[in-house]
C-alpha cells in the first residue's frame, strides 16, 4: 500500500489541522530539492507551481541555504525597531534595482501585509479612503487586501472594508468588449471609471492592480493599459499600487513585470518571490510619499519587520537572480513552454487559449471554443491525472478551468518538455 496513505498521518491531520482552502493534495511530502518534491513513497514530482508561486529558485537552492544556516545562527531576529546590516542593505539594493524612484523599503513578512501597508499609507497620506481594484484580483485575505481581492469568495465574512470599489479586469479572451474588431480595452476602462466616479463619495484614493492577474487566471492586460489606468488615476489624484507579489524579480521576462508598461507605481509590493519560499515582502514608495506618511505618524508596527534572517536571505535570493541572468531565462524558457502548450491547443479543441508572459503561463480549458464556457471539472481531472503522473500543478479558484503554470525559474529544458509531455497524457486521459 501507499505510504501516502498513511492512516495515522491522515488521522492526525483530519483531526488537528483547519481546512484553510479547500481540500489537501493526496499525498505526503517527504522532502523537496530543485525543482522537484518527493512523496512518501519515494516518488519524484516535478514542481510546476514553485511551492505556492514562490520558490523561483527552486527548492533549497544551495546558496540560500548556506544564507539561511548563517542567520539563524548569528541574528535571527530584532525589536522591531532595531536594525541590522542585511535590512538596510537589501532596502539598499531594492531601492536600486525598482523602476523608477521607489526609493523607500518596508520590510515585512506576507502579501498580504505589503499591500495593507501601502493602502495605509495611501490612505494617510492622501486623506482619503476609497480603494480601486480589479474585479479578478487576489492581494490577500487580510483585512484590507481582501476588501480589495474580488477572485476568491466574499461571501459569510461581513462588510469589507467601506469604499471598496471595483473596475473590470482586462481579459483579452472573454472579455465583454471583445466583438469582431477585437478588445475595446479602453472603452472598458472608460466604462468602468464611469461606475466609479458615480459611486465614489469623493474620497479616491488609490487603485491596487497586479501587472499580470495571476490568481484571477493569468490575465495579462493589453499594451498601454496600464498606462492608460495610471493616466486616469492621475485625472483622479488616486495612487497607484503595483503588486508583483507573483510577477516580480524576473518570472515575467524583466525584473519586474510593470517595466513592460513603462509605468511607474507610487507603490510597489513584493513577497512570495522576493524571500524565494521565506516568509518575506516588501513595500516601496518614494522619499516624498514617505516623508509625508512619516510627519502624519505612519505605523505598521509588526513583529516581523525588519527581521535580518528573511532580509539576509531577499539579498541573496537578488544576487543570484542578477548574476545568474534568470529574467533572460524566464523569459527563454517561457517560450519554450508557450510553445508546447500552443502545439498541445493546436491538438486538443478543450484548450481555448493560452496566454501570460515568461514563467508565468495560463492554460484555459473550454467545454467548446465557440461559447468560451470554462471546465472546470476536466481542469480538476487533468490536475488529477498529472499528479498521478508526477507534476504538482495549480488550477485557479471561482469556476473557470484555468491552469496556472508557474515553474521554478531554475527549470531546466528537458523538465519543461517534461511537463508539456505529463500534461498531454494528462489531458488524453482526462478527456
Ligand atoms: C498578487 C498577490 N498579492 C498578494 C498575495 C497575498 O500574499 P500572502 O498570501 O503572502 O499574504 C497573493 C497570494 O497569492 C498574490 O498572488
Known sequence: MSKNADAEFWAKANAHLVRYGGAFAPLIAESAQGNWFTDADGRRILDFTSGQMSAILGHSHPEIVAVAQRYIGELDHLYSTLLSRPVVDLATVL??????????????????????AALRMAKLVTGRHEVVALSRSWHGVTGGAAANTYSSSRKGYGPPQPGALVLPAPDTYRSRFIDDQGYDWRAELEFGFDLIDRQSSGALAACIVEPILSSGGVLEPPEGYMAQLAKMCAARDMQLIFDEAQTGLGRTGTLFACERDGVV???????????????LAAMLTTAEI???????????YTTHASDPLPAAVGLKV???????????????????????????????????????????????????????????ELAQRVARECLALGMMTSVVRGGFGIFRIAPPLTIEPHEIDLGLEIFDKALSRAL
Open 265 to 279: 507605481p507610487h507603490y510597489l509590493t513584493l513577497s512570495k518571490t522576493l524571500g524565494a519560499g521565506l516568509p
Open 290 to 300: 514617505e516623508d509625508v506618511a512619516a510627519e502624519r505618524g505612519y505605523l505598521f
Open 95 to 116: 531601492a536600486k534595482v525598482s523602476p523608477g524612484k521607489l526609493d523607500r523599503v518596508l520590510l515585512v513578512s506576507t502579501g498580504g501585509e505589503s499591500n495593507e
Open 318 to 376: 537578488i544576487e543570484v537572480i542578477l548574476r545568474d541572468r534568470f529574467s533572460e531565462r524566464a523569459a527563454e524558457l517561457g517560450t519554450r513552454l508557450r510553445d508546447g502548450l500552443v502545439a498541445l491547443q493546436q491538438r486538443y479543441e478543450s484548450i481555448g487559449d493560452v496566454r501570460g508572459r515568461g514563467l508565468l503561463l495560463g492554460l484555459d480549458l473550454v467545454k467548446d471554443r465557440r461559447s468560451k464556457t470554462p471546465d472546470p
